[in-house]
C-alpha cells in the first residue's frame, strides 16, 4: 500500500509520523509534495519518505491519496493533478469545509473519496477524527481507510451531515479547552502558584478526567457527582459555574462554530 501527500503541512506531518511509528506502510511507501520545496525537504530528511514539489508524481504512486492543502487552495491544486489519478486510487480529503459534492464535482469523474475532519491533537498522536466515505469504497478499502486516520489517535465513521456537529464538538474544541486550562491556571497564579507549574496542574487535571471517562466507560454527570461531596468545595465550584451559565455558553460555543462550518 503505498500512500501520497498533497500538501505536507503540520496535519501532513502528523499522519506521517503516526503511520510510520505504527508500522502500517514504510517510509519508502509514503509520497509527498508540497509547493514549499523546503518543507518537503525537511520531510524528506526527518522521514526518509518521498517528498519534492511534483503533485503529479505523487499522485501516479499513490493508492491512497491524502489531500492535505488548505481549503481555499484546493480547486488550483485538483484541477492541476486531476486527470492523472487512477479510479482505483482512493483519496482522503482532511481539508474543512469540502463536502463530498464539492469534492466529486471537483475530479469530474467518479472517484472513490473519504471526507474526514481531524483536529489538532493529531500532532500529538490523540486526534479525534470523522470519517465519511462515499458509496464507492469497498469494505476493505473503508478499513484501510480508518487504519490509516487512526495512526494518529481515534476514528470514527459519521454520516456526513453530522460534520458541522464534529466540527464543534471536537475540530475546534481544543481551543475551547486551552482557555479553560488557561483560565484555571491564572486562577492558580493568583493564589501564588508559579506560572509553570499551575498550568502543569491545569492540564494534567483535563488530561487525567478525559482518561478517567473514556477508560471507565462512566456518564461525565456520574463521574461529576463523584467528586461532589456533601458541603465540600467541588460542590461550591460547580455551583458558582451552574449560576455563570457554563454549560449554556459551552453549548451556544459549540453551536457558533457548528454554524459557521455550515457557512463555508
Known amino acids: 500500500m503505498k500512500i501520497g501527500f498533497i500538501g505536507l503541512g503540520n496535519m501532513a ?3 506521517i509520523n503516526g503511520l510510520l511509528r505504527q508500522g502500517i506502510v514504510a517510509p519508502e511507501d509514503v509520497w509527498g509534495a508540497d509547493v514549499n520545496a523546503a518543507l518537503a525537504t525537511k520531510r524528506q530528511e526527518e522521514n526518509g519518505i518521498h517528498a519534492g514539489t511534483d503533485n503529479t508524481e505523487v499522485v501516479k504512486q499513490a493508492d491512497y491519496l491524502v489531500l ?6 484546493a480547486a488550483e491544486a485538483i484541477h492541476g493533478f486531476r486527470d492523472q489519478i487512477r479510479k482505483e486510487t482512493v483519496i482522503i480529503s ?3 469545509g469540502k463536502s463530498l459534492e464539492w469534492l466529486e464535482e471537483a475530479f469530474r469523474e ?5 471526507r474526514c475532519m481531524p483536529n489538532t491533537a493529531a500532532l500529538v498522536g490523540e486526534a479525534i477524527t470523522a470519517v465519511t466515505p462515499n458509496e464507492r469504497l469497498t469494505e476493505e478499502e473503508i478499513a484501510n481507510t480508518l487504519s490509516i486516520i487512526g495512526s494518529f489517535g481515534k476514528a470514527s465513521i459519521v454520516p456526513e451531515h453530522l460534520m458541522d456537529a464534529v466540527v464543534g464538538v471536537s475540530g475546534s474544541a481544543p481551543a475551547y479547552v486551552f482557555m479553560f486550562i488557561e483560565a484555571m491556571a491564572d486562577a492558580a497564579v493568583e493564589y501564588g502558584m508559579p506560572r509553570k507549574q499551575a498550568y502543569e496542574f491545569a492540564a494534567q ?3 487525567g478526567s478525559a482518561k478517567l471517562m473514556t477508560e471507565t466507560g462512566k456518564h461525565p454527570g456520574e463521574l461529576k457527582d463523584m467528586v461532589c461531596s456533601p458541603a465540600g468545595t467541588t460542590i461550591a465550584a460547580v455551583r458558582v459555574l451552574e449560576e455563570g451559565g457554563f454549560r449554556g455558553v459551552v453549548m451556544d460555543a459549540v453551536e457558533a462554530a457548528a454554524e459557521r462550518s455550515r457557512e463555508l
Open 13 to 15: 506531518g502528523a499522519m
Open 68 to 73: 492535505a492543502v488548505k481549503p481555499q487552495f
Open 94 to 96: 482532511i481539508m474543512a
Open 110 to 114: 467518479p472517484h472513490k473519496i473519504v
Open 205 to 207: 487535571a483535563v488530561l
